[in-house]
């Protein structure tokens, strides 16, 4: 898989790598351009090992109709930087355009373990992928970066958006009963309505939505 723009490199300096994430934001599509039938999901996260001294990226394939994987790719590089606040785009892409490349076919939709354009210039890894594969993609984080949200309900779909001023970055979902919500977000050509869409039609009782569930677990080496 190519790719189509210079993805930005750590060149040391984080004023420098903060005005290249200004720059990449200025290149995603906030609205949908996504196929018509979505065939083909992937799902991406990194994992560290040896101390850190190495990126470990997961990539899944799965079918968009049944949620099944239908492959799984692991990339092992030395990791690039150290981790700085704002940055971790910068430090995990590598290793993730390195897993996403050995998939067997290209997906329809990414989803990514990070922050899509809910990062304080716009740019979490999600959106920064996004830009530089041209691919439609998801943001589905953890924990919030940036904004403020008022809490979702109790029950699971509860949902309330994710705001920065008056601009929508996302929206935050109770994706399960009794779990911390996530913090769901456009990457690249997906808009925050559709990026919802499609987590909520991705869960299958846990927390994580199936694409960056099952990368999470080979991300972490849990099935292994």
Same mark, same amino acid.
């Given at each position: 898989m190519n790719t189509v723009i210079d993805p930005g490199r750590w060149e040391g300096s984080v004023a420098a790598a903060r005005a290249q994430q200004t720059q990449l934001a200025g290149r995603v599509e906030h609205?949908?351009?996504?196929?018509?039938?979505?065939?083909?999901?992937?799902?991406?996260?990194?994992?560290?090992?040896?101390?850190?001294?190495t990126t470990r990226a997961a990539a899944v394939l799965l079918d968009a109709n049944?949620?099944?994987?239908?492959?799984?790719?692991?990339?092992?590089?030395?990791?690039?930087?150290?981790?700085?606040?704002?940055?971790?785009?910068?430090?995990?892409?590598?290793?993730?355009?390195a897993?996403?490349?050995?998939?067997?076919?290209?997906?329809d939709l990414v989803f990514v373990d990070g922050h899509g354009i809910s990062h304080p210039r716009r740019l979490g890894v999600a959106a920064h992928l996004g830009v530089v594969t041209d691919l439609p993609s998801i943001g589905v984080a953890k924990s919030k970066l940036v904004g403020r949200f008022i809490e979702p309900g109790a029950e699971a779909g509860a949902h309330t958006p994710l705001l920065d001023g008056d601009e929508q970055l996302g929206w935050v979902l109770r994706s399960k009963v009794r779990c911390k919500p996530l913090?769901?977000?456009? &990457?690249? =050509?997906?808009?925050?309505? +559709?990026? /919802?869409?499609?987590?909520?039609?991705?869960? #299958? &009782?846990? =927390?994580?939505?199936?694409? +960056?569930? /099952?990368?999470?677990?080979?991300?972490?080496? #849990?099935?292994?």
């Open positions: 609205q949908d351009r996504l196929a018509r039938d979505v065939r083909w999901l992937a799902g991406l996260d990194v994992g560290f090992e040896d101390n850190g001294a049944t949620l099944l994987p239908v492959a799984q790719e692991i990339a092992r590089i030395p990791t690039v930087m150290p981790y700085i606040p704002g940055l971790l785009s910068f430090r995990e892409l590598p290793a993730l355009l897993a996403l490349a050995l998939l067997p076919r290209t997906p913090f769901v977000a456009g &990457g690249h =050509r997906v808009s925050a309505d +559709t990026a /919802l869409g499609w987590v909520q039609r991705t869960l #299958r &009782g846990y =927390r994580l939505p199936e694409p +960056t569930r /099952l990368a999470d677990r080979l991300a972490s080496r #849990r099935d292994e």
